[in-house]
């Protein structure tokens, strides 16, 4: 058996969320030898993702020993729930994902394990590239869409062709597609009041005439 620990940062997103417990359940297809922790911090979020997603939290994975860890989404040592685990594991056996370019302290992993593209807007986008997307199943598919519809504002920054391409790939429904959009760009309640009670601005500068 091979233990392994997936994390992610902390104040989790939907792009954090459904990276890391994609790449967790894509980790438990690949091999039955496979033995994997998704350790997440608590977040009602988390019941916004599609399928069943088993988690476990800091305070549980500090009494496990693993073999290996996979970091998504994150390359700063105090953005990272769980940063402590990462020594506990053989550097090689160290891996990130991610997407971000600027970062504070980097977490203590390997150059050579390291896969950063920070033109993509999401992890998710990144994660649909490397692994065979095929294996996973329909709740994992459409977590993945969510992730690259939050990070990138819903399509509406930092996507790029391949975002496109990578979204073509997830091959969902366009039914599929408007749930997802729903669940990640709709206002809450608490939001919309908000934003009802928005009054147009006044820049002070007369109309033309
Ligand atoms: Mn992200």
Redesign the pocket.
């Known amino acids: 058996m091979v233990k392994i620990a997936v994390i992610t940062h902390k104040n989790l997103d939907y ?2 969320l459904c990276s890391s417990s994609s790449l967790a359940s894509y980790l438990k297809k690949i091999s039955s030898q496979n033995e994997v922790y998704l350790i997440l911090e608590q977040n009602k979020t988390i019941e916004n993702l599609y399928g069943n997603i088993h988690y476990y939290s800091l305070e549980e994975a500090r009494r496990m020993n693993f073999d290996s860890i996979y970091v998504c ?1 994150v390359n700063e040592e105090d953005r990272t729930y769980g940063v402590e685990l990462i020594s506990t594991v053989p550097e090689h056996s160290r891996y990130l994902i991610d ?1 971000h370019d600027k970062n504070r302290k980097e977490l203590d992993i390997p150059v050579e394990n390291r896969t950063i593209k920070p033109t993509y807007s ?2 998710c986008e990144l994660l649909t590239e490397q692994i065979d997307i095929s294996i996973l199943g329909q709740a994992t598919i459409q977590n993945l869409f969510m992730g690259i519809l939050s ?1 990138s504002a819903c399509l509406t920054r930092n996507v790029s062709v391949n975002t496109n391409q990578m979204i073509k790939k997830l091959g969902l429904s366009e039914e599929d597609r408007l749930k997802s959009i729903k669940k990640v760009c709709s206002l809450s309640k608490e939001q919309q009041e908000l934003y009802d009670r928005v009054e147009p601005l006044d820049l002070g500068i007369d109309g033309i005439k």
């Open positions: 792009d954090a989404d997407h999401s992890t990070d």
